[in-house]
């Protein structure tokens, strides 16, 4: 077998289960409130600071990928994923369950960086595709089996499981590693500017956290709290930015953005982000409130189109590596401009046939999207900068996936309380005024998809700067 499929192989591994830990924990959460007798907007913090971790992380990616070797940090941050593993798992209170937690999400939030940058590295541009849809495979499909498998597990075994039953093929990954992971790329150790570093960690933190305050907050947005955090972060954000492009060795380099491909794909990738994460939290809600569906029906009628996005990532990566991206970026958001169109007029009277073909095709739209706009964008890049391409977009994942949730839920929220005003409060008036609020929210999901659109129609083919280059000396 080929050096780089058993390095793959590795990575895999090690990758499909800090992924299925991500959901695992969202089918528990009111077992684990009444154990240790917390409260909904407590217990949520299991996955808000999870998500706040790796959020702050994700800008130092690029320069500890450059300090340590790729064995080192692989075999080291699934050893960490180890630690909080096992400390969520014997955990005697909510702290210590929250911070067995946020170990994990350090691990799982400098894994992906590492895996992406070692890819990028191992594989020629023309096979990136396929390398990035195995990957997507394991990114997209471990996460979807995740509530269904919590639910087997902590029907059978309790919840504890949920940890103990990962530890042994944690440790399966690490002596795979230890015994077959190679070295890839070089280890350049740049100097690391401890302003950036806090700078950063404030606008990541505050943008994250003040969005994902939102939707459980009272004003919302208006709440001056909530206001003053994302000012701060929006803020520090900036601050960041200037610096970046002022030090001799940035710990994030923005010069990434000068790419025009780069610049597009990430865009595109907010985009569909936002009208992802906001779609696998307003439509559980629509289908529990109106549609009158238990929790558990819910959750079923959207895991076909979340199995079926995991399985579709290897195949489009083939189909970009052989057509490029237009082909594939340009029709994806068609759809998903429809399916937003369809969530915009959606009514209890709609079959749960077509709920579930309809969020089979935005499932399908966006593994037309996501990988081959990133992929695109990464390969325009020279070498140097995959560190950076790759840390910008992890990075950008968290951040639009709560500021998706909190402003789709804001105008769905906003909307329902307009249309109940001078109404008697029934359950079917409230679930009226919910159609409409959900309505209004993806009247705005309408116009990100638009735009997203017309930005696809001015990405090109990307051509790396070695092969240009090469092209302009001969």
Known sequence: MKKSNIIMITFLIGAFFTFLNETLLNIAMTEIMHVFKVDAPTVQWLATGFMLIMGILMPLSASLIQWFT???????LMSIFLVGTLISGLAINFPMILIGRMI????????????????????????????????????MFAPAIGPTLSGVIVDMLGWRWLFFSVVPFVIFSILFAFKYLENVGEVTKPKIDLLSVILSTIGV????????????????????VVATIIIIG????????????????????????????????????????????????????????????????????????AL????????????????????????????????????????????????????IVLMVSISMIMMPSHTNGINQLPKHLYPHGTAVGNMMQPIAGAMGVSIFVSIMTHGQKKALEGVTPTKQAINDALTVGVHHAYWFAIVLAVIGLITAFFITKSTPPEDENQHITH
């Open 205 to 224: 933190a505050g943008i994250i956290y003040g969005f994902s305050s939102v939707s459980n907050t009272e004003g919302g947005f208006l709440n001056p």
């Open 308 to 359: 079926l996005n995991g399985f579709l990532s290897p195949v489009m990566g083939r189909i970009f590596d052989k057509i490029g991206p237009r082909k594939m970026i340009i029709p994806g958001m068609l759809l998903l401009s429809l399916v937003m169109i369809f969530y915009s007029t959606i009514h209890p009277g709609i079959p749960m046939f077509v709920f579930i073909l309809v969020y």
């Open 234 to 305: 929006l803020v520090s954000l900036i601050a960041f930015g200037i610096r970046q492009v002022r030090l001799e060795v940035p710990l994030l380099d923005l010069s990434v953005f000068k790419y025009a491909n780069f610049a597009r794909g990430i865009f595109i990738f907010v985009i569909v982000v936002m009208a992802m994460f906001a779609s696998e939290i307003v439509m559980p809600i629509y289908l529990q409130g109106p549609m009158g569906f238990s929790a558990k029906a819910a959750g079923m009628i959207l895991l076909p189109g």
């Open 70 to 76: 790729t064995r080192q940090m692989f075999i080291g």
């Open 104 to 139: 994990q999400a350090a691990g799982t939030g400098l894994l992906i960086p590492t895996i992406m940058n070692a890819m990028l590295n191992l594989f020629e541009p023309h096979e990136r595709g396929k390398v990035m849809g195995n990957f997507g495979l394991v990114m």
